[in-house]
């Protein structure tokens, strides 16, 4: 999906520096490597006694949730307060925007309030997109999944992920699986692995779920699961997005689950160290068997846990802070 203007002269600075997060798609390498290296020392936070760093202290974040999303908008805050930020959960059921305020006034009047970023779910592909073409100087925007598009951060606590528990990319193949179609997370995820370098990308899926021109963002295309898995480090099992789906793209679910889900006689074509992820929510029985998403090669928890450091990173480099920075903030008195 392609919008108007350069992404990335919107979403880094004049310093070549992380400005704002609306997609993955384009950044360079050093900037997706600098929010993982950020990420990994920001791990160590969430096991500490005290989960908290004065990174963004006086700094005030806005979530601004236009889709229910209780796991990415419960990481999102964590991640802002243990940088130390204030945060307002903004509830659009009630909040102007229901009562027909645009989003670009209900964005200029949060700003008028000194707020310092929004992270932001919406329902339609580009709305972070318009909001930070819209934003003040000092208001960074983080994009929290816009329609069909993108997930940046999801992707990254993915690559995280997979970095901490299979070393370097580049020899790498991995798999994802599913509803291709209507994955944000997916498109994100291919961006990612691209960028990174990982040696191959395939995606397993029936031909109704797979966009028509998937082949051109660098990946090998499988309908059959079973040829999909053979050899592959790492599978990513993707949430079927029912409520995305217009039409009858599948006979049941109970047909997809005997071709498409993965269960562990499935799983064994795969190396026998391979990763098993989902970025959730799972459909059990649907998409993945429960003894392989509770199973040993499962890191699926570890991806939740690893979200928060991945949005802390992804945050306190908005904010203009490097990894260095950081360091020396953390030296701060609380």
Same mark, same amino acid.
């Given at each position: ?10 979403? =880094? ?8 997060? =609306? ?9 997706? +490597?600098?929010?993982?290296? #950020? /990420? ?27 889709? #229910?999303?209780?796991?990415?908008? #419960?990481?999102? &805050? ?9 945060? =307002?959960? @903004? ?5 102007? +925007? ?51 598009? /993108? ?29 291709? =179609? ?21 995606? @397993? ?30 599978? @990513? ?15 049941? &679910?109970?047909? *997809?689950?005997?071709? *498409?889900?993965?269960?562990? &006689? ?33 890191? @699926?928890?570890?991806?939740?846990? *690893?979200?928060? /450091? ?16 950081? &360091?020396?903030? /953390?030296?701060?008195?609380?």
């Amino acid at each position: 999906m392609n919008f108007p203007g350069n992404w990335n002269t919107m979403q =880094l600075d004049a310093q070549g520096r992380l400005r704002h997060f =609306l997609t993955v798609e384009g950044l360079p390498r050093r900037i997706l +490597t600098d929010i993982l290296d #950020t /990420a990994d020392s920001f791990v160590v936070v969430g096991e500490q006694p005290v989960k908290k760093v004065p990174l963004l202290r006086g700094k005030t974040i806005v979530n601004l949730f236009f889709e #229910t999303s209780t796991r990415t908008r #419960t990481t999102f &805050e964590l991640a802002a307060k243990r940088l130390s930020a204030d945060v =307002l959960n @903004i509830n659009v059921s009630t909040s102007a +925007t229901a009562k027909g305020e645009s989003l670009l006034d209900t964005q200029k009047n949060l700003e008028a309030m000194h707020t310092d970023m929004f992270v932001v779910r919406h329902q339609h592909s580009g709305a972070s997109h318009f909001m930070a073409q819209h934003a003040a100087p000092h208001v960074s925007i983080i994009n929290a999944g816009d329609g069909q598009h /993108a997930h940046p951060t999801q992707a990254m606590l993915d690559m995280l992920t997979i970095r901490r528990h299979k070393g370097a990319f580049d020899s790498l193949c991995v798999a994802i699986v599913g509803d291709i =179609l209507h994955s944000r997370v997916a498109r994100s995820q291919i961006h990612a692995l691209n960028t990174l370098g990982v040696g191959e990308v395939r995606v @397993i899926a029936p031909r109704t779920l797979l966009p028509v021109d998937i082949e051109s963002l660098g990946t090998r295309v499988f309908t059959s699961l079973s040829q999909g898995l053979a050899g592959v480090d790492v599978v @990513i099992m993707l949430r079927l997005q029912k409520e995305r789906m217009q039409s009858a793209l599948l006979p049941s &679910e109970h047909e *997809y689950f005997q071709r *498409y889900g993965l269960t562990e &006689e499935k799983l064994a074509l795969a190396r026998p160290d391979a990763l098993v992820m989902h970025p959730g929510p799972i459909n059990r029985g649907v998409e993945i068997a429960s003894s392989v998403a509770d199973g040993p090669q499962s890191v @699926i928890l570890r991806q939740v846990s *690893y979200g928060i /450091a991945v949005r802390m990173a992804v945050m306190s480099m908005a904010m203009g802070r490097s990894p260095g920075a950081r &360091e020396t903030a /953390a030296k701060e008195p609380e």
